[in-house]
Every structure is written in structure tokens, then in C-alpha cells.
């Protein structure tokens, strides 16, 4: 998100310092200054060059899922926002990503959180993983990895262009010549987009979308709402991710009707009175119901819900071209490891 021009205005000499902190980085682990450590399995990466959400978690959970499919025993390594790899009382997760992404594993891949991904991963690969996909791993450079795939969101690629704290980058354009893969989402095409990732890298590039699985009860989310029900409904869609507009753009897109929005800052934990005044909200707009994501769920599991009946958005990527892009990850793994990596 894009701090208020006069804002960012002020903090661009911050940025510059910033930057000048970023590219010596970059260059003391490119010229092994700084040591890197590397894991015996395959490792890929996926994140982005700026703050907010361009796609990462639905991107982790297709990876990791297509590469169990192939029968590769597959492990995620994330950082877990606000947890270092703490638990509830319960035993979830305290990182509503950690979270979700175990609930939607079911099983069929394993979950190492924690700042100290390195540890992790040694301690999933004594478990028999040999497929590791590093959430936002593009700045982790502590790590060595088989295939980098940074994901570029077309609504809004690089923000105002300015480094963190003048703007949302986290690294200057010119970091997409360290990427394997570019991915670009919440689009089909985008020749304009394209043309400029070209001055910086030949790196094959893919598309990718958002795609709405259905509507879930929440907290519990075992009942999906039939279309035809939800399309005659009305909804007061509410968020705490990275990009909440993308969000309501998306529920508006797959024709889900809209009678008011509210955005909140990335991971927010909802208290009962956000809930109480999210009720408000949409009784005075006319909704007959509540939307977020399934992330923010999790930021909702200790609430009770006692107002309008509130469900959760589930979301995965659609690929324009799944198995191009899935080949593509498995070839530059393999001429990396000189091995088979599907």
C-alpha cells in the first residue's frame, strides 16, 4: 500500500538509505560475504518485490500441492506473521497463513514455521520431506534455492516505485534479474506489464488468477452456500490482508453482490467490537450477510458470532497455463540439482 504522496515524500531520503542497505545485501551474499546455507532437497521460492498481497499464499498452496500429486513428500518453510512458530492453546497455529495453510494441506504436505527457516527445513528433511517451497523467500537469501518465482500483481506491480518506507518496495526493479520465474497476477495478459519485466530479465513469465472456490459458513466453514443462493443475497465484505481492494474486486468479479466494504491492516486480529461494528455497518447498508477470506478467519476463530451470519471466501489460483508453469519449476530444479525433480 502506497504511503499518502506528501508522506512519502518526507520519507524518501529514509528510502535511500534503505536501498543502499539492499543492494550491498544482495551483493555481499551474491560474492559469499555473507554465508548461505543450503538444504539437500529442492527448494522453491515464491514472493514478490513490494509490501502487500500479490498472490504468495495461493501460490505456496498450488505448488505445493501439484508437487504432492507427483509424489514429491512436500514441505512448506514460513516465517508465520507474528508467531514465531507458536501455537494456541488448541495447537494452531498463532499466523493466520500458517494456519490456513495446514488446514488446507489436510495432510498432504508438512508445515515448518518459524523465523529460522534453515532449522526448519533440517528438521522436515530428517521426516522424509525432499520438496521444499519457501514462502516469501525472495529476500531470504540465507537460504539457497533451486528456482526463485517472484510474483508481480498487475493491478499494481511496483506502487509508487519508491523503496520501503517512501513506498511498498522491498527491493528496486532491478532484483527481477535474480528470478527464475515470473508470475504475473489477478490478470490474463499484460503486453505493458510485460515489456517492462523484459528490461530487467528473460526469466519465463506465466499468469495467474484468483478463483473463487465458493462460500463457506464461517467459523467452522463445512457448508458451502449454493451460487444460487449467494447471488441473490447481499453482502458487507470486510478484510485484513495485504491488498483488501483486490479482494472486493474479486468478489465483485465472480458476482458476488456487494452492499459495502471495509478494509483493515494486513493480519488483523478482530475483536468482538470490530464484529459488533461490522454488524452495524452492514444492517445500515442493507446486507444480509457477511464476506472476508479465509485467512481473516482465523483472526475471527476466538469471536462469538452472534449478528449477521459471516462467510468466508474460498480462494485458489487459476493458472493460464498450469502445466507449462509446473513443467518449467520441475526443468529449472532438475538442471539445478542434476536430478528429476517432478
Not at 510474483?151 to 499494481?156: I, P, R
Not at 511498498?168 to 499484460?190: K, N, Y
Not at 443475497?233 to 483488501?244: D, E, K, Q, V
Not at 485467512?295 to 485458489?316: C, Q, S
Amino acid at each position: 500500500m502506497n504511503p499518502p504522496a506528501i508522506i512519502s515524500w518526507l520519507l524518501w531520503p529514509l528510502s535511500l538509505f534503505y536501498g543502499a542497505y539492499v543492494r550491498l545485501r544482495a551483493i555481499a551474499y551474491r560474492r559469499n560475504w555473507l554465508s548461505r546455507k543450503k538444504l539437500d532437497e529442492i527448494v522453491v521460492s515464491v514472493g514478490n518485490l513490494t509490501t502487500g498481497g500479490t498472490g504468495k499464499t495461493p501460490t505456496v498452496l498450488w505448488l505445493a500441492l501439484r508437487a504432492a500429486a507427483a509424489g514429491r513428500r512436500v514441505g512448506v518453510l514460513t516465517r508465520g506473521y507474528r508467531s514465531e512458530g507458536q501455537t494456541d492453546r488448541a495447537g494452531r497455529p498463532r499466523s493466520d497463513e500458517a494456519a490456513l495453510l495446514r488446514e488446507r494441506f489436510a495432510g498432504r504436505a508438512q508445515l515448518g514455521v518459524g523465523a529460522d527457516r534453515y532449522a526448519n527445513g533440517s528438521v522436515l528433511a530428517r521426516h522424509g520431506v525432499n520438496w521444499f517451497v519457501l514462502d516469501d523467500g525472495f529476500q531470504h537469501l540465507r537460504i539457497r534455492r533451486d528456482v526463485d518465482i517472484v510474483l508481480l500483481d498487475a493491478t499494481a506491480p511496483f506502487g509508487n516505485g519508491r523503496l520501503i518506507p517512501a513506498g511498498p518496495m522491498r527491493e528496486p526493479r532491478s532484483a527481477l534479474a535474480r528470478a527464475d520465474v515470473i508470475l504475473i497476477t489477478r490478470t490474463d495478459r499484460s503486453p505493458a506489464l510485460e515489456s517492462v519485466v523484459r528490461h530487467y530479465t528473460d526469466a519465463p513469465l506465466f499468469y495467474g488468477r484468483a478463483a473463487m472456490e465458493g462460500l463457506y459458513r464461517a467459523p467452522q466453514r463445512k457448508v458451502i452456500l449454493p451460487q444460487q443462493e449467494w447471488s441473490r443475497a447481499r453482502f458487507f465484505a470486510f478484510a485484513g490482508i495485504g491488498n483488501p481492494g483486490a479482494f472486493f474486486d474479486d468478489l465483485e468479479r465472480w458476482g458476488v453482490p456487494l452492499a459495502g466494504t471495509r478494509a483493515y491492516r494486513d493480519h488483523h486480529r478482530f475483536t468482538e467490537r470490530d464484529v459488533s461494528s461490522l454488524d452495524r455497518a452492514a444492517a445500515a447498508a442493507g446486507a444480509d450477510a457477511l464476506v472476508c477470506t479465509e485467512k481473516d478467519v482465523f483472526n475471527l476463530r476466538d469471536i462469538r458470532f452472534e449478528g449477521l451470519p459471516v462467510y468466508a471466501a474460498r480462494i485458489d489460483l487459476e493458472l493460464s497455463d498450469a502445466e507449462g508453469f509446473w513443467q518449467t519449476v520441475c526443468r529449472i530444479a532438475e538442471r539445478r540439482r542434476g536430478g528429476a525433480a517432478q
